[in-house]
T-cell receptor, first 113, second 114 residues
Framework: AQSVTQPDIHITVSEGASLELRCNYS??????LFWYVQSPGQGLQLLLK??????LVQGIKGFEAEFKRSQSSFNLRKPSVHWSDAAEYFC???????????FGSGTRLLVRP | DAEITQSPRHKITETGRQVTLACHQT?????MFWYRQDLGHGLRLIHY???????NKGEVSDGYSVSRSNTEDLPLTLESAASSQTSVYFC?????????????FGPGTRLTVL
């Protein structure tokens, strides 16, 4: 079955440190890829998306993600984390161009002062 | 500004009751979706619609129904609420004709079934 895996349930980083959140998907072709962020009690906000072209994608709030076809991965990165980045992050995939999204189970980011 | 709203934001109901959650969007989007969010599962698709009179089942549709009588609204009905349907429900919409656009999410409805 098609699936999206976020292997890290929780990640804790110090403010100012770099961040990488992992996302892998199982699908034969190249899907459309998304990262969303959810602050407590809030809805989901799009950070960035990949449809085609340059495999390094820039998003809002200083985030970027790199699509690696050979690894079926779309990892999210930020060079220097701010306390306001503490939230839950979801990777999502449109596997078959149907507009439907399959979500990973999420990674909760905690930021140490 | 265009937006997507959900009501109520919080709902407590009893097992066996019928419950309807409202979703209204002013983006004029053809696509609308309902997801539920549970700890450890991320968001899972319940039902979706590509336009008026069109509805489709998602991954976890058992016990839920939707109807689409206009572009703006996609109400979600729990025919006979069960404790397993305690969850946070999110509605989303997207533009059928802008393939590279994303889904826009509502603020969510927290439903508790006692």
């Amino acid at each position: 079955a098609q699936s999206v895996t976020q292997p890290d349930i929780h990640i804790t980083v110090s403010e100012g440190a770099s961040l990488e959140l992992r996302c892998n998907y199982s699908y034969g072709a190249t899907p459309y890829l998304f990262w969303y962020v959810q602050s407590p009690g809030q809805g989901l906000q799009l950070l960035l998306k990949y449809f085609s072209g340059d495999t390094l994608v820039q998003g809002i709030k200083g985030f970027e993600a790199e699509f690696k076809r050979s690894q079926s991965s779309f990892n999210l990165r930020k060079p220097s984390v701010h306390w306001s980045d503490a939230a839950e992050y979801f990777c999502a995939v449109d596997m078959d161009s149907s507009y439907k999204l399959i979500f990973g189970s999420g990674t909760r980011l905690l930021v140490r002062p | 500004d265009a937006e997507i709203t959900q009501s109520p934001r919080h709902k407590i109901t009893e097992t066996g009751r019928q419950v309807t959650l409202a979703c209204h969007q002013t983006w004029n989007h053809n696509n609308m979706f309902w997801y539920r969010q549970d700890l450890g599962h991320g968001l899972r698709l319940i039902h979706y619609s590509y336009g008026v009179q069109d509805t489709n089942k998602g991954e976890v549709s058992d016990g839920y129904s939707v109807s689409r009588s206009n572009t703006e609204d996609l109400p979600l009905t729990l025919e006979s609420a069960a404790s397993s349907q305690t969850s946070v429900y999110f509605c989303a919409s997207s533009d059928l004709f802008k393939r590279t656009d994303t889904q826009y999410f509502g603020p969510g409805t927290r439903l508790t079934v006692l």
